[in-house]
């Protein structure tokens, strides 16, 4: 598949998936009124928005100007790496968010990596964008993890019982 056609795809998935995460947060109105659960909403919008606003970005620079996607790929990661770290920080004893949290931000931190040093993507036989696209995916399967744990553990009993 053609990188530009992969980042069109992408991103438009994960804005519709940022969307759809939108419309089942306000049908659960008690999990903006409590601190932890608005944490951890706000982590999985990111965890869709970052990674879409990454491929936005893949397009518009694409092969031709790498500078654009690698440049705009660390910020992006930096500012996704943080608020994982600080969710982490204020993990409630969950192994598998604790875990699923860790591992994003390990894979942010790979991306930063890679777009700064994008020769590092050949050491496995890829293009710098194509290493960056694998690890995108990675980061999307986490979050629909997240999505899943959230909606069958802490947010389904919050919901119960409001």
């Known amino acids: 598949m053609d990188v530009s056609t992969f980042y069109a795809l992408f991103s438009a998935t994960c804005f519709t998936l940022v969307g759809l995460w939108w419309n089942v947060v ?41 500078q654009v996607w ?40 790979l991306i930063a990596v890679v777009g700064a040093r994008p020769e590092l993507a050949g050491h496995v036989g890829l293009r710098p964008i194509q290493a960056e696209a694998l690890l995108l995916i990675g980061l999307i399967v986490l979050g629909h993890a997240l999505v899943w744990r959230f909606m069958a553990g802490e947010g389904r009993a919050r919901s119960e019982t409001a």
Not at 71 to 97: E, I, K, N, P, W
């Open 26 to 66: 306000q049908s659960h109105a008690a999990w903006m009124s409590d601190p932890s659960p608005r944490r951890v909403v706000g982590g999985i919008y990111l965890s869709f928005l970052l990674p879409a606003l990454m491929g936005l970005f893949a397009q518009v620079g694409g092969t031709e100007q790498p």
């Open 70 to 109: 690698r440049a705009a790929f660390v910020a992006l990661s930096a500012v996704g790496c943080v608020c994982t770290l600080r969710l982490l920080a204020r993990a409630r004893g969950d192994r598998f968010v604790t875990w699923q949290q860790a591992g994003a931000a390990l894979l942010y931190a």
